[in-house]
T-cell receptor, first 117, second 114 residues
Framework: NAGVMQNPRHLVRRRGQEARLRCSPM?????VYWYRQLPEEGLKFMVY????????ESGMPKERFSAEFPKEGPSILRIQQVVRGDSAAYFC???????????????FGEGSRLTVL | AQTVTQSQPEMSVQEAETVTLSCTYD???????LFWYKQPPSRQMILVIR??????QNATENRFSVNFQKAAKSFSLKISDSQLGDTAMYFC???????????FGEGTQLTVNP
């Protein structure tokens, strides 16, 4: 499967625990984006990363949330001390570099659904 | 900041009929991309159609077409010969050509009735 891979698909955590969501972009894509979708709502931008760099984190909550995209391995969205309001679907998307074959489209993974008990 | 507005939270259409979903956006940019994504019950985000702002011709993809009115900042989606499988949430989205993030509207839930 050459698409954007997210895991786990479903994650259950108790309040106060940590959640880690992983995303492997499509082959050849160096840009990763994380979005959050609360129930019955649209997708809200959280963060945009390139390898080893956070480019835009203006949509990230100031506390408890962090993201990284290391030189090797998947991008990680980390939520510390989860609360019930963190329950949502978290989508990762990727795109190729701005130059070259960039049609502007973001390619989405199937999402990770976090449930906080 | 760019904003995307979808004023129709829900719509329904009979199978084989045509339906149009509305979208307006706000930007000061001259070059940008516009998209319609579909999210069926499986929650997968699927690209339906794409429009580049510098192209005057409206994009079409089989039964899906857009009416892009740049001056009015309007980007509606027309679905012809609606099928049951078209039932989904439809999101309009905007992206600057030189920018990064994709900004979504709140979505329109489309139900195709048999």
């Amino acid at each position: 499967n050459a698409g954007v891979m997210q895991n786990p698909r479903h994650l259950v955590r108790r309040r106060g625990q940590e959640a880690r969501l992983r995303c492997s972009p499509m082959k050849g894509h160096s840009h990763v984006y994380w979005y959050r979708q609360l129930p019955e709502e649209g997708l809200k931008f959280m963060v945009y990363l390139q390898k080893e760099n956070i480019i835009d984190e203006s949509g990230m909550p100031k506390e408890r949330f962090s993201a990284e995209f290391p030189k090797e391995g998947p991008s990680i969205l980390r939520i510390q001390q989860v609360v019930r309001g963190d329950s949502a679907a978290y989508f990762c998307a990727s795109s190729p570099p701005m130059a070259g074959q960039n049609t502007g489209e973001l390619f989405f993974g199937e999402g990770s659904r976090l449930t906080v008990l | 900041a760019q904003t995307v507005t979808q004023s129709q939270p829900e719509m329904s259409v009979q199978e084989a009929e045509t339906v149009t979903l509305s979208c307006t956006y706000d930007t000061s940019e001259n070059n940008y991309y516009l998209f319609w994504y579909k999210q069926p019950p499986s929650r997968q985000m699927i690209l339906v159609i794409r429009q580049e702002a510098y192209k005057q011709q409206n994009a079409t993809e089989n039964r899906f077409s857009v009416n892009f009115q740049k001056a009015a900042k309007s980007f509606s989606l027309k679905i012809s010969d609606s099928q049951l499988g078209d039932t989904a949430m439809y999101f309009c989205a905007f992206r600057e050509t030189s920018g990064s993030r994709l900004t979504f509207g709140e979505g329109t839930q489309l139900t195709v009735n048999p």
